[in-house]
Structures are given as C-alpha cells and as structure tokens.
C-alpha cells in the first residue's frame, strides 16, 4: 500500500520537481500540494495523508507554525521538514511542535524517500549534523515576541504590527524591545536579522 504524501512550498518549480522526484519511487503516492502554509493545514485536515512534507518560510504560516496547528487539531499525520536552513534554532522549534522528520534539500532524492519509509513506520528522522547542534544554544524569544519581531523584519511600523496582531502599540514596543535585548541587538532590524540567521524567526 502507497504512503500518502502532501507536498507543502511555496516555490512552484521546487514542489513540483519533488512532486515528480517522489511519485518515480513506487511505494510513494503524491496525494496533493499546497503553495502556502494556511492552504497546507486545510489541505491536510480534508486529505489525511500520512505525511505532510512541508518547507520552513512559506507564506500565511510557516511549516513549523503548520505543524503546530497539525498537532493541535490532532490530525493523524506525521509532519516532516524539508528545508534549506541548516539551523539548530529551527530544529528545535520543530522538534519542540513535534515533528517526525527534519531534512535538508540537498539531501539525494533516495535519502528522501527512504526517510518518508521510516517516518510512517514511527521512526523520528533528523539531519545528523543538525542533530549534534540542535542543543547548544537556546531559544530566548517567547512565540509573542517572534511574531512582533518577524513582522517588524518585514518592513512593518509599530502601528501596523499592532494592528496586525490586536495589540497596543505600547505592548508591541515593550515586545520588541525585550526581542532586540534578548539577541543583543541595536534595533529592531538587526534583531531580527540575527534571530533569523539562528533560526529563531
């Protein structure tokens, strides 16, 4: 019996070169693909794949906010990483919302194939060399603080933040304030530049 997977980028050439890459392995059915993180999520709860293998910095939510909201609505699904950034600080946010699998994409096609076998088998299945990183340093931002500093890494005023979110200004500057201490940052873009270089963001 074919293992169910849903494919989540938000990149169309990328999704659908592993769309292909995976439907070449015989045990492997490509149950449908989503382009952002909101489409993913309902995607998953209609389909019920097996495996939803989902990418990092996507749009409406990120793959870990994803997994997340997979976990919460405890949609049987196991959910696995599929990124660029080899950063310790988003292995364990992935690890902390419970994913299954976190892989690299330079990793060969047969890697990921076979690491999609062990995932529906109940095995957990990390990059090695990110596995030795993932504990050394912590991550200080709380979710709040994440948000905050994300939007605020895209361009957006506090008023705009504060409106995005249902918060005060006020509440929105003691946020970043406590995100630009907490990284040792100087203002709102370099912490945001250096919590998104560790993986924080």
Known sequence: MSIRVVIAEDQAMVRGALAALLAIDGGIEVAGQAQNGREAVDLVAKVLPD?????????????????????????????????????????????????????????PSSVLADAIRRIKAGARVIDPELAAEAWTEADPLTDRERQVLRYAGEGASGSEIAGRLGLSEGTVRNYL??????????????AARIARQKGWL
């Open 177 to 190: 304030s406590e995100a630009i201490s907490k990284t040792g940052a100087s203002n709102r873009t370099e």
């Open 51 to 107: 495996v939803l293998l989902t990418d990092i910095e996507m749009p409406e939510l990120t793959g870990l906010e994803v997994a997340v909201e997979v976990r919460r609505r405890k949609l049987p699904v196991k959910v696995a990483i599929l990124t660029t950034f080899a950063r310790a600080g988003y292995l364990r946010r992935a690890l902390d919302a419970g994913v299954s699998g976190y892989l690299l994409k330079d990793a």
